[in-house]
């Protein structure tokens, strides 16, 4: 099963339109036209009810009086799935006993036009609803922003400092009582807690600096092979840990442009946390190639590790994601770590995806675009 990443914040919004007339789906979409959004259409509550839940539309524009099901039912059913109950909704009716309105409005729709509606009033009352819809989702976005760097701080930051002082004051305090052995275990359990809090400080750092518009990325030509090995080496005493095989295949090694220091993040990020959900004697593979239309450079990261379910992919670039999976070796994770490696892709004018199975292994696929003219003058490909 592939995903694409999500994006927290969409450019276009999406109106669905439901009714049961043609003749009024065509009159709707001509005069949305007027409106920077995408349209769906549904003829009915069912087929409605759909592509709400598929498309997770911003506005629903919805007839009441429709055969089989009705917008009442419609608007129901939405509003007590969890999933949907965020989606406006405007009802467009001709009934005009105000119980029937406040009805629509104690189900949970936020507006209605009555039949036959004025297009300059339905167009304004659209455009509002889009409008705070769209505050909306940035105040969740911010919202979540800041849960998430608030829990890092209190708790994930924290974790590794209680092992380093806790294993230093053991040693300061009985270091003649601990045999040669023990000394050494302490001193790799320190050392391993800071270099964890060091990598996530610095993710931290690097996310907080994108959050305030002070990071950009400064292009220089880059060796995928160069990038490759230099990954390898960082994470082989991970992988050696907990006796995984890190492998890199490469027929030829591709220059382009690039950011250095988040290209290393990204590859480094998706590494160690391949290396994580792969449990020991299994192997990670690092590997680059030409993407097909030869439009860019694909950095691919492979395992055989546990994989994961389709709720899970779709929330692997979420900021407002709740929880993260503990790896093979029940190590701790923030989630940060594939959030930063989708911004720092973006920032370079990529893309990042995941194909992914339960019990068989993930597939992380970068793709860096070659910048204008490069594909033509610039690109070398050398032997490796």
């Known amino acids: 099963m592939k995903s694409e990443p999500m994006n927290e914040q969409q450019d276009t919004q999406l109106v669905l339109i439901v009714d049961d007339s043609p003749q009024n789906l065509q009159i709707l979409g001509i005069l949305l036209?007027?409106?920077?959004?995408?349209?769906?259409?549904?003829?009915n509550g069912k087929d409605a009810v759909d592509i709400a839940r598929e498309q997770h539309p911003d506005l629903i524009l919805l007839d009441i009086m429709m055969p089989v099901m009705d917008g009442y039912e419609v608007c129901r059913i939405l509003q007590e799935d969890q999933n949907t109950s965020d989606i406006s909704i405007i009802f467009?009716?001709?009934?005009?006993?105000?119980?029937?309105?406040?009805?629509?409005?104690?189900?949970?729709?936020?507006d209605y036009v009555a039949k036959p509606f004025k297009g300059v009033e339905l167009l304004a009352r659209v455009r509002n609803h889009l409008r705070t819809r769209s505050m909306m989702k940035e105040l969740a976005y911010l919202n979540a922003t800041k849960n998430k760097f608030f829990s890092i701080i209190a708790h994930?930051?924290?974790?590794?400092?209680?092992?380093?002082?806790?294993?230093?004051?053991?040693?300061?305090?009985?270091?003649?009582?601990?045999?040669?052995?023990?000394?050494?275990?302490?001193?790799?359990?320190i050392y391993n807690s800071g270099k964890d809090a060091h990598g996530l400080l610095e993710n931290l750092l690097n996310w907080s600096r994108i959050q305030i518009g002070s990071i950009r990325a400064e292009l220089t030509t880059l060796s995928s092979l160069d990038l490759v090995e230099r990954t390898v080496a960082f994470l082989e005493p991970m992988a050696k840990?907990?006796?995984?095989?890190?492998?890199?295949?490469?027929?030829?090694?591709?220059?382009?442009?690039?950011?250095?220091?988040?290209?290393?993040?990204?590859?480094?990020?998706?590494?160690?946390?391949?290396?994580?959900?792969?449990?020991?004697?299994?192997?990670?593979?690092?590997?680059?190639?030409?993407?097909?239309?030869?439009?860019?450079?694909?950095?691919?990261?492979?395992?055989?590790?546990?994989?994961?379910?389709?709720?899970?992919?779709?929330?692997?670039?979420?900021i407002d994601a709740r929880g993260t999976r503990k790896g093979t070796d029940k190590e701790a994770g923030t989630g940060l770590g594939l959030i930063?490696?989708?911004?720092?892709?973006?920032?370079?004018?990529?893309?990042?995806?995941?194909e992914s199975r339960e019990g068989e292994g993930s597939v992380f696929t970068v793709h860096i675009p070659y910048v204008e003219g490069e594909a033509a003058n610039e690109k070398s490909e050398v032997n490796a």
């Open 241 to 318: 840990k907990k006796s995984i095989r890190l492998e890199q295949e490469e027929d030829s090694a591709y220059e382009f442009r690039g950011d250095e220091n988040m290209m290393q993040t990204i590859l480094r990020n998706l590494g160690s946390n391949a290396i994580k959900f792969t449990p020991p004697s299994g192997e990670v593979l690092i590997l680059t190639r030409e993407s097909e239309d030869g439009s860019g450079v694909e950095f691919i990261v492979k395992d055989n590790g546990i994989g994961m379910p389709e709720e899970v992919q779709s929330q692997l670039f979420r």
């Open 340 to 354: 930063l490696c989708k911004e720092f892709v973006e920032f370079q004018g990529g893309d990042i995806a995941v």
């Open 33 to 43: 036209e007027e409106i920077d959004c995408d349209i769906a259409v549904a003829s």
């Open 92 to 110: 467009l009716t001709a009934l005009s006993n105000p119980d029937d309105l406040v009805k629509g409005l104690k189900l949970g729709a936020v």
């Open 156 to 189: 994930d930051l924290k974790n590794p400092f209680y092992t380093i002082i806790g294993f230093s004051e053991m040693l300061m305090k009985n270091i003649d009582t601990h045999t040669r052995e023990e000394q050494l275990k302490f001193m790799q359990m």
